[in-house]
């Protein structure tokens, strides 16, 4: 029985613990929607649009008048954890209005990639929910 249960977990268990590449992926992934989230709130409670940039290689957050709120780049081991190509961006609180402006004008998907381990989320345009 031992020995089963010791086989299982080195062909199932041990290499998910030993994929750390997973692991900072899926942190980058949590860390980046609550950043957005932060962002949604912030442009409401100071009632001033924030702009969220998304690139190949990571995010940053402004206020559009000016003035950067922070920066979220990609993992080192990663350097480019953002599946899509090119820069997009949604503006939260866009014209004071409450509303959730997307650069496509729809949904924005951010797809976080690397190696085999792929996770997405996405930004509602309107009303900016993230999910």
Request: with cysteine.
């Amino acid at each position: 029985m031992v020995i089963v249960l010791t086989g299982t977990l080195a062909v199932v268990a041990v290499p998910r613990m030993v994929d750390t590449t997973m692991w900072r992926l899926r942190a980058y992934g949590d860390q980046l929607q609550n950043q957005m989230q932060t962002a949604r709130r912030l442009a409401a409670r100071q009632r001033r649009p924030v702009i969220a940039t998304i690139t190949p290689t990571g995010a940053s957050f402004a206020y559009v008048s000016g003035g950067s709120l922070a920066t979220l780049a990609c993992p080192s081991a990663i350097p480019s954890c953002i599946a899509e190509s090119g820069t997009r961006s949604v503006t939260f609180n866009s014209g004071n209005s409450g509303q959730a402006v997307t650069s496509s004008g729809s949904a924005l998907i951010i797809t976080i990639s690397g190696g085999s381990t792929t996770s997405a989320f996405t930004v509602e345009n309107d009303t900016g929910a993230v999910h």
